[in-house]
């Protein structure tokens, strides 16, 4: 609640109460990137981190981890949040290698008609995923997957001899094992 009436509670043109207990407008608590005003008339604010919001009351209950994702305020009310959103604004299309896009928020505000958004949304959606990749550089990964296919025998012996339960922790064990073999050599080469 907190965050779809937050444009009204920060304005003060709102006062909710959740079990006696007043709301506080949750607001986006990430590293702001980059602003940028698509089709002349939608702000969007595109940051990096996670958004945290308790659930409940001010400060009260747990915090709720919420995703990556476009916020979309209408005339200040909510009418997609980062969940809800990922469908319509195609995220999919974010999918990048050497880039992770899962602690990317976009808030986009709008002032206007809603059926005239209803009528363009699918064009700024794509302008909002063109803007992200603009900026894909703050979204660089820093952790790579190795994935790659062995017979399953060798695999198997390995288990048994470095007593592990799977392939993967026999592949964690063979990467740490060549890193530090790595890192030998180079102290002795100095």
């Known amino acids: 609640m907190g965050r779809i009436y937050s444009k009204f509670i920060n304005k003060k043109e709102l006062i909710l109460y959740l079990n006696g207990e007043k709301l506080e407008a949750k607001n986006i608590e990430a590293k702001k990137i980059n602003s940028c005003h698509l089709l002349d008339k939608y702000t969007v604010n595109l940051y990096k981190g ?3 919001f308790s659930a409940g009351g001010s400060g009260a209950g747990k915090k709720k981890d919420c995703s990556y994702g476009v916020d979309l305020y209408i005339n200040d009310y ?3 949040d980062g969940e809800r959103s990922k ?3 195609k995220w999919n299309l974010l999918n990048e290698h050497n880039y992770s896009f899962r602690d ?3 808030e986009i505000t709008y002032h206007g008609n809603k059926s005239k958004f209803y009528e363009e949304e699918n064009i700024l959606f794509e302008q909002v995923i063109n803007f992200i990749k603009q900026n894909k550089s703050y979204f660089a990964s820093k952790n790579v997957i190795i994935q790659y296919e062995v017979p ?5 012996e390995l ?3 470095y007593g592990e ?3 993967k922790a026999v592949g964690k064990r063979a ?6 073999d790595y890192k030998d050599s180079t102290m002795s080469n100095k």
């Open 175 to 180: 990467f740490n094992k060549l890193y530090q």
């Open 165 to 167: 339960d799977t392939a």
């Open 50 to 52: 996670k958004k945290n």
């Open 78 to 80: 909510m009418i997609y």
């Open 159 to 161: 288990k048994e001899y």
């Open 87 to 89: 469908e319509k604004v």
């Open 152 to 156: 399953i025998d060798k695999v198997e």
């Open 104 to 106: 990317c928020i976009v």
